[in-house]
């Protein structure tokens, strides 16, 4: 069965850096859009960034210039590069794999905390 985990979260210091990893457990990666969302609580979950095969992009304004997605197909790996990291990054980021036409798969989430 299709299983997304994600690593790589911890706490970092305001104008820190992170790097999310998403392991996906799926038969053709490939033909995935793959994503990166976050949520805290009481709000919704939020597209933070996309990739497609091949990688064309996308991200939301508020993490332009700060953050990378990427993809290693043979891996069926996608990262997350998170730099110059805000407080309001803070939120707990899932990995999401879109087939476009079917179910989405979702990891679990991997906690990220921008404080001092």
């Known amino acids: 069965q299709v299983q997304l985990v994600e690593s790589g979260g911890g706490l970092v210091q305001p104008g820190g850096s992170l790097r999310l990893s998403c392991a996906a457990s799926i038969s053709i990666f490939s033909i995935y859009t793959m994503g990166w969302y976050r949520q805290v609580p009481g709000k919704e979950r939020e597209l933070v960034a996309s990739i497609t095969n091949p990688g064309s992009t996308m991200y939301a304004e508020s993490v332009k210039g700060r953050f990378t997605i990427s993809r290693d197909n043979a891996k069926k790996l996608v990262f997350l590069q998170m730099n110059s990291l805000k407080p309001e990054d803070t939120g707990v980021y899932y990995c999401?794999?879109?087939?476009?036409?079917?179910?989405?798969?979702w990891g679990q989430g991997t906690q990220v905390t921008v404080s001092s």
């Open positions: 999401k794999a879109d087939h476009g036409r079917f179910r989405d798969y």
